[in-house]
């Protein structure tokens, strides 16, 4: 399948789930819930990242662009429009980041669309952390829950590799005026500042790649206890991180 078509595939998937939430207010609201508590989750366990000027930037990053509580529908909507054009426009490496970009978010909407659905079959009453930790074991699979954290290493991994690729940050100075023109300035953000990103990790040998290995075992022990501990004792690990971090109001 080409590029194009992976986007497309994606991003179609994404607005399917999108219809289902406006249709049923309640479906939306619990989409809600669970994205801001995994934003809040993510700030938590990433905290002594995000209080390091070094690292800030990337934490804040992840936040916004990958676990933020936030309407990326512009961004979608410029995805699926200009799919083809992709492959024209930038160089193959930038084009594979676009492809693992709409692959990560196809799968984490999905995942998300699922547990808000097994979310709203438990009591209002219910506190959040036992509620998520309930849905998250009614839905999620251990594999599609690896590949999604796979996935997000190789978006990490694809950005890192992006800094590396001559000429490509003078190409998206270039393409500022265009995209603006064209609307889209959505999708000129997320290159422009995940390339600026990982090339200011970058400055230092090893540090982006040691920045992906903190966010892979910080994960992988969060899959860990999500699937294998016992109930009680994933909640009680939950609850702190859900209530004592605010994550980042995105506009």
């Given at each position: 399948?080409?590029?194009?078509?992976?986007?497309r595939?994606?991003?179609?998937?994404?607005?399917?789930l999108?219809?289902?939430?406006?249709?049923?207010p309640?479906?939306?609201?619990?989409?809600?819930?669970?994205?801001?508590?995994?934003?809040?989750?993510?700030?938590?366990?990433?905290?002594?990242?995000?209080?390091?000027?070094?690292?800030?930037?990337?934490?804040s990053?992840f936040?916004?662009?990958?676990?933020?509580?936030?309407?990326?529908?512009?961004?979608?909507?410029?995805?699926?429009?200009?799919?083809?054009?992709?492959?024209?426009?930038?160089?193959?490496?930038?084009?594979?980041?676009?492809?693992?970009?709409?692959?990560l978010?196809?799968?984490?909407?999905r995942?998300?669309?699922?547990?808000?659905?097994?979310?709203?079959?438990?009591?209002?009453?219910?506190?959040?952390?036992?509620?998520?930790?309930?849905?998250?074991r009614?839905?999620?699979a251990?594999?599609?829950?690896?590949?999604?954290?796979?996935?997000?290493?190789?978006?990490?991994?694809?950005?890192?590799?992006?800094?590396?690729?001559?000429?490509?940050?003078?190409?998206?100075?270039?393409?500022?005026?265009?995209?603006?023109?064209?609307?889209?300035?959505?999708?000129?953000?997320?290159?422009?500042?995940?390339?600026?990103?990982?090339?200011?990790?970058?400055?230092?040998?090893?540090?982006?790649e040691?920045?992906?290995?903190?966010?892979?075992?910080?994960?992988?022990?969060?899959?860990?206890?999500?699937?294998?501990?016992?109930?009680?004792?994933?909640?009680?690990?939950?609850t702190?991180?859900?209530?004592?971090?605010?994550?980042?109001?995105?506009?």
């Open positions: 399948m080409h590029a194009a078509e992976q986007i595939a994606a991003i179609a998937g994404v607005m399917s999108r219809e289902a939430h406006v249709l049923s309640a479906l939306g609201e619990a989409i809600h819930a669970i994205k801001g508590l995994q934003a809040r989750r993510f700030a938590h366990t990433y905290a002594d990242l995000a209080a390091d000027p070094v690292y800030a930037p990337a934490v990053f936040l916004t662009e990958l676990y933020a509580d936030r309407d990326f529908r512009e961004r979608d909507l410029q995805f699926g429009r200009i799919a083809g054009a992709l492959e024209r426009w930038l160089p193959p490496a930038a084009t594979e980041t676009a492809v693992a970009l709409a692959e978010h196809g799968l984490s909407e995942l998300d669309h699922e547990m808000a659905l097994a979310w709203l079959q438990q009591s209002d009453t219910t506190p959040a952390a036992e509620r998520y930790v309930e849905a998250w009614r839905v999620s251990p594999h599609e829950r690896g590949h999604q954290l796979e996935l997000v290493l190789a978006l990490g991994r694809e950005l890192i590799g992006l800094t590396q690729t001559p000429g490509l940050l003078l190409l998206l100075k270039a393409m500022r005026g265009p995209a603006k023109m064209a609307g889209l300035a959505a999708l000129q953000s997320f290159l422009e500042t995940g390339f600026h990103t990982f090339k200011d990790l970058a400055l230092v040998r090893g540090r982006a040691r920045f992906l290995d903190v966010i892979e075992h910080r994960e992988r022990e969060w899959l860990t206890r999500l699937f294998e501990w016992p109930k009680t004792e994933a909640i009680a690990v939950l702190p991180a859900i209530q004592a971090t605010e994550a980042p109001t995105q506009n």
